[in-house]
């Protein structure tokens, strides 16, 4: 647990996970990079300041956790782990968490079809490929920033929590929310509308929903008190 409610959301982009943490009772401040996104998360409420993390300005600020929702891949994982060593109070929480998806196999092969044939050199083709579940193909990402804490020495050991839950969307709803993944982003625009089409056309044969299985993986692990 966090002693205290003053968080700093790395990596905010528009403010979805913000948000909910103000719902929770928390006081936000919010580091994005991208000013547009930085813009509209302040149109929905939250405070942002636009750095990276590793380049942010603190300004003698402390707070009780350092979150990052599905962002801290793009962090330095020893940079980002000294800046939230930092900024944290004695007993405060870093604890970047990734949401992973399972969506059905119609889904996930038209996904991978798709962008195969845009994107062939692509980590996402190449991941499509190797098989097995989305938790083992992060794994590797979670013992890299697991390890960044550990080199830092300002924290507890560090550990993994896992939460399962899931989500049904419409055809609508997953087409509107795939060109913001990451591997979506880097698609030219042509290539983005095939993509889509193909993953369309997958989710009208199977009735046009789909409920897919997450998995929300933290790594976290808490600033250490320094005795005085």
């Known amino acids: 647990m966090s002693p205290g409610r003053d968080v700093v ?10 948000r909910q943490f103000q719902e929770a009772g928390c006081t936000v401040l919010g580091v994005e990079p991208d000013a547009r996104m930085a ?3 302040r ?31 793009w962090v330095d994982p020893v940079v980002g782990a000294a800046k939230a060593a ?21 889904v996930t092969q038209a996904m991978a ?3 195969r044939q845009v994107a ?15 938790l083992d193909l992060y794994q590797p990402l979670f013992a890299k920033i697991a390890d960044g804490i550990r080199q830092v020495g300002s924290f507890s050991e560090p550990e993994q929590w896992q939460y399962d839950w899931e989500r049904t969307y419409s055809r609508d709803e997953w087409l509107d929310q795939l060109p913001t993944l990451g591997s979506m ?13 193909e993953v369309g ?28």
């Open 9 to 18: 959301d790395v990596g905010c982009g528009t403010g979805t996970a913000s």
């Open 39 to 41: 813009d509209f998360a």
């Open 43 to 73: 149109h929905s409420g939250v405070d942002v300041e636009v750095a990276t993390f590793e380049d942010w300005d603190p300004a003698a600020r402390q707070f009780d956790a350092v979150v990052a929702g599905t962002a801290w891949h």
């Open 86 to 106: 930092q900024v944290l109070r004695p007993g405060g929480r870093l604890a970047p968490f990734h949401h992973l998806f399972q969506a059905p196999p119609e």
């Open 113 to 115: 079809s798709a962008y």
């Open 120 to 134: 062939p050199d692509s980590p996402f083709s190449r991941s499509s490929q190797a098989g097995g579940s989305a």
């Open 185 to 197: 982003t880097q698609l030219q625009p042509d290539k983005l509308t095939q993509v889509l089409a």
């Open 201 to 228: 056309a997958a989710i009208d044969a199977i009735g046009g929903r789909f409920t897919a299985a997450y998995t929300t993986v933290v790594v976290t692990a808490q600033a250490q008190v320094i005795a005085r």
